[in-house]
C-alpha cells in the first residue's frame, strides 16, 4: 500500500479490506490482493465501506455502488445513473432496519435505500452537508453534518419526516455545528469530533443532553481539527481518534475528575506599595 492513500478500513473475522484512493485492496492470510472486478482492477477513490457476508456497499467520490460476490468473483452495480440518487462523495454508509441502508452525502444531504429504491430523506433548514452516522443505545440515527450541527431521529422502518429530525441541542450547552466523527463509549456518551478537538455529550435515558465537556490540547487531545470518520472503539472501551495532526487514545479508566480543593499557602503579603512583615 505505498503507492496509495488509505481512507477507509473495515475488518472482519476472515479479512481486512483497505479503501484507498485507488481502489479496495483486501488483507488475507498475510496476503495483500487488490480487488478485481469483471476481471479489470477496481480503480474507484473509495471514501467509506459497508460490508455483510456476501456483498459489501461502496461510498465513493462520486456516488454509491454496490459489489456483490458470485462465488467466482465481485460483480458492480453502479447507482450513479439513477434519477433519484444524488451523484456526490459519500462520507459514510450505515445499517439501519431491515434491509435499509442509510447513505449520507458531503454536499448532497443523506438518502435510504429500502431494498428496492433510494429515497431523499429532507433534512431540518435545508442541511446538505452530512458528514457521520452512527447509532445510539436507545434507537436513535444521530446526523452529523457540516455547520447544521447534530441531529436525531428515532431509527424504525420507515423514511423519516422533516419533522421528525430534530436539531440536538439544549439551552445551557451547545454542541459543535462542524461535526467530523462520532462514537458511543461503553457508558452511552456520543463522543463528537470537531474541527477545535472533541466532545464529550452525556446524554439521559431519553437520549436528550445533559452535558457537554470539551477537550482539547490542554487535555491531552493530540491535533485540533479532527478527521473525517476516524474514531474507534475497541475491545476494552478505549476509544481512538484521528487529527489532521495524529492519533489520540483515551482511557475512560484514567479520566477522573479532581473535587479536592486546592490548599492555599500564603508566603507573602505586600501592603501599599512595600513588603509587610507578619
Known amino acids: 500500500l505505498d503507492s496509495v492513500s488509505v481512507s477507509t478500513i473495515s475488518k472482519t473475522d476472515k479479512n481486512v479490506w483497505f479503501g ?32 455483510n457476508d456476501s456483498s459489501a456497499w461502496i461510498g465513493t467520490a462520486g456516488g454509491v455502488s454496490l459489489l456483490s460476490n458470485k462465488g467466482t468473483g465481485w460483480e458492480l452495480t453502479e447507482y450513479y445513473s439513477q434519477p433519484n440518487i444524488n451523484e456526490g462523495s459519500v462520507s459514510a454508509l450505515l445499517k439501519g432496519k431491515g434491509q435499509h441502508i442509510w447513505i ?7 438518502m435510504n435505500w429500502d431494498g428496492e429504491e433510494f429515497r431523499n430523506v429532507e433534512l431540518p433548514n435545508g442541511i446538505e452537508a452530512v458528514t457521520c452516522l452512527n447509532v445510539g443505545p436507545n434507537g436513535f440515527l444521530w446526523i452529523g453534518t457540516d455547520g447544521g450541527g447534530l441531529l436525531k431521529t428515532r431509527l424504525t422502518n420507515k423514511i423519516p419526516e422533516t419533522k421528525d429530525i430534530s436539531i440536538v441541542n439544549n439551552d445551557q450547552v451547545e454542541v459543535s455545528s462542524n461535526i467530523h466523527q462520532m462514537v458511543f463509549d461503553n457508558n452511552g456518551d456520543l463522543w463528537i469530533g470537531t474541527s477545535f478537538g472533541i466532545q464529550r455529550v452525556q446524554l439521559s435515558s431519553n437520549s436528550d443532553i445533559v452535558t457537554v465537556k470539551n477537550y482539547n490540547s490542554e487535555h491531552g487531545f493530540y491535533g485540533t481539527e479532527t478527521s ?40 507573602d503579603v505586600d501592603l501599599g506599595e512595600g513588603n509587610t512583615e507578619w
Not at 24 to 50: A, G, H, S, W, Y
Not at 104 to 110: H, V
Not at 248 to 265: G, H, M
Open 20 to 51: 484507498t484512493d485507488n481502489g479496495v485492496f483486501i488483507l488475507e492470510d498475510n496476503e495483500m490482493i487488490r480487488m478485481m472486478v469483471d476481471k479489470q482492477p477496481f480503480t474507484e477513490q473509495i471514501l467509506c465501506i459497508l460490508r
Open 104 to 110: 449520507a452525502f458531503l454536499n448532497k444531504g443523506l
Open 228 to 267: 473525517l470518520n476516524a474514531c474507534c472503539k475497541d475491545s476494552v472501551g478505549n476509544l481512538y481518534f484521528g487529527s489532521i495532526t495524529g492519533l489520540t487514545r483515551y482511557a475512560q479508566k484514567n479520566d477522573r475528575s479532581n473535587f479536592k480543593e486546592p490548599r492555599i499557602v500564603i508566603t
